[in-house]
């Protein structure tokens, strides 16, 4: 009892996410800047940055919503670190998991974005309200194909929980080269969920300053922060447990190749974020419907026939 | 759509987007850009009644004063009209010297709007990179005439500071390393996709508008039209000099970009080609205080487009009135007409595109009042601003920058 | 390709008030003498229409004591400017708005009239500019009579001392 609520709450659960969410942006900064022939921050940065908007004042709009504004900073991190429980991180086997779990995954991180349409929203302001339309029309771009490219593997690996997923191609390891297509559909859309680069319509800076988040300040700024570099290490990691399952089978190596594993997809999503400039929303919805919902329905055909043809 | 669903959303006087003061009061059905109200003005200062007051050669320094980036195009088209005010030709040395400074300003200005369009579309990297390499420009400036921007370069009569030889040489080495630079954005901008999405079909404005809403400069030569003062009107030894007006046919965001990076290796050429046939001699002939009366408009080329001054003498040390037309003034009346119909999200670009200078819109210049001014020489002044840090807790000696990578 | 001496001789002879009244200062210059705001009406729709000056780069207010002088900076596609100058007396500023045929204009009419006290009849309503908001009405800084010495930035009010006011009376 005692073992599990420290593995929650320490590790590898909450507190190993914060802080790897932390570094997760210094490399995720740091990488972008060297690309852009720029020095970069220090280690440090996101943890100064972090400290010091706790000590800030934090400003509510007097039109805003006082408690729905104040919660919804909670709630997000909340529901990325309760995701966070079901990907496997330490050994083979995620802190909790169930035969389905992949699906409350996704559902808990649809939150942090529907939390911040409602920041938006309930902020008041012309230029959040915009950000925050933003949001939910990019969600309903990125989403589908998101659930249906992280889907497609579940359907051979004939089971619904991450866990599961990870050892099933851990022990047929040549079966991700069928799931190729749905990494790149998921690394794309999961770019868009983090709302990065080319796909930062709803905090683009220079048309609405900074979207939903414009009314935030302090503590609460602080939180969505945090909450966003908890965001990306759990895409990451949800990312590399379904489609880079390689093992070692040894608890301690194999967090090493969970390190490695998630810092590459991150310098992947770098990457993208620096060499592009930003699409407009309807772009957006028109590449994401166009392109990466059509691929990801193929992957789930093929999958299907591959997963019939096989017998499996 | 019902009015209910319209929003207004005012971009400026303060927005990321802007780096100067401007209000576009926009209004919006859903994403598309019903009406504009472009506000400008928040940069008046006065400076055509404090050029009433003044006397010639203070003057140009006001004037120099106008923008920050064009600055030596203002004083450029001043000196000129004055000059011929007064009946006095300049050493043909000096015009030369003019020239180059002139067209080492339009890299430097170009440079900039590259990246402020790439920022403006959010593509960072593209921006640090053009800002890496004005940086190099930069540093020739600040070697020319011994500042980054406010060169003080030229006078009433000619210039003020001459180009020696190991100057002309790191000039060249300059534009060398520039070239290949330049070459690789041009590429960059016919080839990336993302770029192209973002900048093609924007803010259209046809040959046809672009005369009758009174466009200047690579807006109007992105429309197709070659318009340049340099060629229509030439100035200093723009006569002598072989040179290609760069125009566009693509009439929208993407022209004007292709357009400024076409001129970015024009201007490169020019300077090539005066650093070679510069001849010796002075660099300034005598020029009298008192200006005779009379009236002169001056154009020249300014970066952003053209440049008129309008001066008029009354005899006396001090002009009657001098009346500047600043590119951006120019370009700002078709601003409304290119923003309708459009994506909020172009909004920016739009704006960012004919590279407004609400400062030379405005002509402006601060005079602080009541308050004794005092010179710092450069020294004092980087010493001033470490104690101005240390006294509030940061020391900004102790931080260590890593040696300047020279990138040419 | 119309010569500047062309053009001259072309409107003089199509318009006997513009006779000696136009002069070549140097090339792609024209320059006219200070015209009524009758003479001046009557000019422009033929220069725009039928010469080819139907861009419009600038106007220029300019104070001719008694007088506001307005100097517009016409050019055609040869890049020549013809300056056509128009005056109004200052106790009855009007002149027409030409912002409709050539909109380059509208923010320097508003120009003129901030600065100058014109009034532009026909000017379509919209912000003033380029002075703030709260500037004291009546107080126009590019007129020779103001100084902005009397300025008070503080309280926004033009205090000129008395015997000054005087002074500036006894010279009118």
Redesign the interface.
């Known amino acids: 009892m005692i073992l599990g609520l420290l593995k929650i709450i320490v590790f590898p659960g909450f507190m190993f996410l914060t802080v790897y969410g932390l570094l997760f942006e210094y490399l995720d900064r740091k990488v972008h800047a060297r690309l852009q022939n720029r020095i970069g921050p220090p280690w440090y940065q996101p943890l100064a940055d972090f400290l010091k908007l706790i000590g800030k004042e934090t400003i509510i709009p007097a039109d805003a919503n006082k408690t729905i504004f104040q919660i919804l900073p909670v709630v997000s991190l909340a529901a990325v670190a309760a995701a966070f429980v079901y990907v496997p991180v330490f050994g083979k086997a995620s802190i909790a998991s169930f035969q389905g779990d992949l699906i409350v995954v996704l559902y808990f991180l649809s939150i942090p974005t529907m939390c911040l349409f409602l920041a938006g929203w309930y902020s008041r302001s012309v230029y959040s309200t915009l950000g925050s339309v933003r949001t939910l029309t990019q969600m309903f771009a990125y989403e589908v194909p998101l659930f249906m490219a992280l889907l497609a593997p579940a359907l051979i690996a004939k089971t619904w929980s991450v866990t599961g997923m990870t050892a099933f191609y851990a022990e047929h390891p040549l079966y991700i080269l069928i799931n190729i297509p749905a990494f790149i559909v998921a690394l794309i859309a999961g770019q868009g969920k983090l709302e990065r680069v080319p796909f930062d319509t709803p905090e683009a800076e220079t048309e609405i300053v900074a979207g939903p988040l414009v009314e935030y300040s302090g503590r609460l700024l602080a939180l969505f922060r945090i909450a966003v570099d908890c965001e990306l290490v759990m895409v990451a990691s949800l990312v590399s447990a379904i489609f880079l399952p390689f093992m070692t089978g040894h608890a301690i190596l194999d967090f090493i190749l969970y390190l490695v594993k998630t810092v590459a997809v991150l310098l992947f999503l770098a990457l993208m974020r620096s060499v592009m400039a930003r699409l407009r929303v309807e772009q957006m919805v028109h590449f994401c419907w166009k392109y990466l919902t059509p691929i990801a329905i193929l992957q789930i055909i093929v999958n299907l026939l591959v997963r019939g043809g096989l017998g499996l | 759509m019902s009015e209910y669903n319209r929003v207004v959303i005012p971009i400026g006087p303060q927005h990321p987007s802007l780096k100067e003061p401007g209000c576009f009061t926009v209004t919006l059905d859903g994403e598309k850009i019903v009406d504009v109200v472009v506000g400008i003005g928040y940069n008046h200062r006065g400076l055509e009644k404090a050029c009433e007051s003044r006397n010639y050669i203070q003057i140009i320094y006001l004037l120099e004063r106008i923008c920050g980036i064009c600055s030596h195009t203002h004083t450029t088209a001043f000196c000129q009209g004055v000059e011929e005010l007064a009946g006095i030709s300049i050493p043909r040395r000096a015009a030369y010297i003019r020239v180059i400074v002139a067209e080492i300003e339009r890299l430097h200005s170009h440079l900039l709007w590259l990246g402020v369009a790439a920022h403006e579309i959010g593509f960072d990297t593209m921006f640090m990179y053009a800002w890496r390499d004005r940086e190099a420009v930069l540093d020739i400036l600040a070697a020319v005439g011994g500042n980054r921007v406010n060169y003080g370069i030229n006078t009433i009569g000619g210039v003020r500071r001459d180009i020696d030889d190991s100057l002309r040489q790191d000039i060249l080495k300059m534009t060398d390393a520039l070239q290949e630079q330049v070459k690789y954005y041009q590429e960059l901008a016919l080839t990336e996709t993302t770029l192209a999405a973002r900048l093609a079909g924007i803010g259209k404005l046809s040959g046809e508008d672009a005369l009758k809403y009174g466009a200047v400069g690579p807006v109007i030569r992105a429309s197709g039209i070659d318009f340049d003062i340099r060629a229509v009107d030439p100035y200093a030894v723009y006569a002598e000099i072989p040179f290609k007006v760069i125009t566009d046919t693509h009439a929208d965001v993407f022209g004007r970009t292709v357009v400024r990076i076409l001129e970015l290796l024009e201007s490169i050429e020019i300077i090539r080609f005066c650093i070679k046939n510069m001849p010796d001699g002075d660099i300034v002939t005598k020029a009298p205080r008192r200006i005779p009366a009379g009236e002169v408009i001056s154009r020249t080329e300014a970066p952003r487009g053209e440049d008129i001054h309008y001066i008029r003498s009354n005899g006396t040390e001090r002009p009657d009135r001098v009346r500047v037309r600043a590119p951006s003034e120019a370009n700002w009346h078709a601003m409304r007409h290119m923003l309708l119909g459009q994506y909020l999200a172009d909004a920016p670009i739009t704006i960012a595109a004919i590279d407004p200078c609400f400062s030379c819109t405005d002509r402006a210049i601060v005079i602080n009042s009541g308050r004794e001014t005092e010179l710092m020489d450069w020294p004092r002044l980087r010493q001033y601003s470490i104690d101005w840090y240390k006294k509030r807790g940061i020391d900004v000696a102790s931080i260590k920058i890593p040696e300047r990578r020279m990138y040419f | 390709m119309q010569t500047e001496e062309a053009i001259i001789h072309k409107l003089a002879e199509k318009f006997s008030i513009l006779k000696d009244k136009l002069y070549v ?5 024209i ?1 006219s003498e200070f015209l009524t705001r009758e003479e001046f009406e009557q000019v422009l729709p033929y220069l725009r229409d039928k010469m080819g000056f ?5 106007v ?4 001719e004591g008694e007088d506001l002088g307005f ?1 517009y ?1 016409l050019t055609n596609d ?2 020549i ?1 013809l ?1 056509l100058k128009e005056k109004a007396p200052k106790s009855d500023p009007k002149i027409s708005s030409l912002s409709g045929d ?3 204009l ?3 009419e508003r120009e003129l009239v901030s600065l100058f006290g014109a009034e532009v009849e026909g000017l379509p309503a ?7 908001d709260g500037w004291p009405e009546g107080n126009y ?2 007129r ?1 009579e ?1 100084n ?1 010495e009397y300025f008070d ?1 503080n309280t926004m009010t033009y205090n000129p001392p008395i015997d000054d006011k005087e002074k500036e009376g006894g010279k009118k």
Do not use: C, M, N
């Open positions: 200062q140097r090339s792609k210059r320059i139907y861009r419009a780069s600038h220029v207010g300019t104070d100097i900076l040869e890049g400017i300056a050539y909109p380059s509208e923010f320097h919209g912000p003033s500019y380029p002075l703030p800084p590019l020779k103001w902005p930035q």
